[in-house]
């Protein structure tokens, strides 16, 4: 099926630093949302964007929602150690509510 | 809130043998419910979208007899893998949407081994 690509693949940060990944596709999304995943659990909603230009902030987490629809962004500030995880974008095209995921971004914070 | 269970986390069976997975949606009615398949490092891949009191509709390559989803009310929908083999080995993840919204939150997961 078809996923979305995430950038970088994976990241290694040392704790206190600001992370930065994203996610593009060849085609236009109405809605973007961005989860996390700690191994062998379910994902868990961080933000949801509705707006192109949108700018959403969830703590420490700022997502944006790309002007061309076809791109999102995931800024972590003053990354800690519980931010260890899979973070994953998900899109939704017009005319349904179906998730197409991207490919995920593996982050793994050293202390 | 919006809290969804799976039961069970964990289950190994043997081959030939069928398992139901049960997703339940804790507090709150879900319109729809979604069945989700994810490999080791790799992302979620839908396998099909359920409604309460309607057929389940399946994506492309996944097979509607080995995978029997049943969405018998507004909390509870069951995943079936019949006649499971060790290629069914999985994580199995559901997830629920809440009304009109868009998002959609998603139950523990359930790692099926078949041996």
């Known amino acids: 099926g078809q996923q979305l690509n995430q950038s970088p693949q994976s990241m290694f940060i040392q704790e206190g630093e600001d992370v930065s990944m994203n996610c593009t596709s060849s085609?236009?999304?109405?809605?973007w949302l961005w989860y996390k995943q700690d191994p062998g659990e379910g994902p868990v909603l961080l933000i949801a964007l509705y707006k192109a230009g949108e700018l959403t902030s969830n703590g420490r987490l700022t997502a944006q929602f790309g002007i061309t629809r076809k791109d999102s962004f995931l800024n972590i500030s003053a990354s800690i150690p519980s931010d260890v995880g899979i973070y994953f974008c998900?899109?939704?095209?017009?005319?349904?509510?179906?998730?197409?995921f991207g490919t995920g971004t593996r982050l793994k914070v050293l202390a | 809130g919006a809290v969804v269970s799976q039961h069970p986390s964990r289950v190994i069976c043997k081959s030939g043998t069928s398992v139901k997975i049960e997703c339940r949606s804790l507090d709150f009615q879900a319109t729809t419910m979604f069945w989700y398949r994810q490999f080791p490092k790799q992302s979620l891949m839908l396998m099909a979208t359920?409604?309460?009191?309607?057929?389940?509709?399946?994506e492309q390559g996944v097979e509607k007899d080995k995978f029997l989803i049943n969405h018998a009310s507004l909390t509870l929908s069951t995943l079936t893998v019949t006649s499971a083999h060790p290629e069914d080995s999985s994580f199995y993840i559901c997830?629920?949407?809440?009304?009109?919204?868009?998002?959609?939150?998603f139950g523990p997961g359930t790692r099926l081994t078949v041996t």
């Open positions: 998900a899109g939704i095209g017009r005319g349904t509510y179906k998730y197409i």
């Open positions: 085609s236009i999304f109405n809605t």
């Open positions: 359920s409604n309460e009191g309607s057929k389940a509709t399946y």
């Open positions: 997830s629920a949407r809440l009304g009109r919204n868009y998002e959609q939150y």
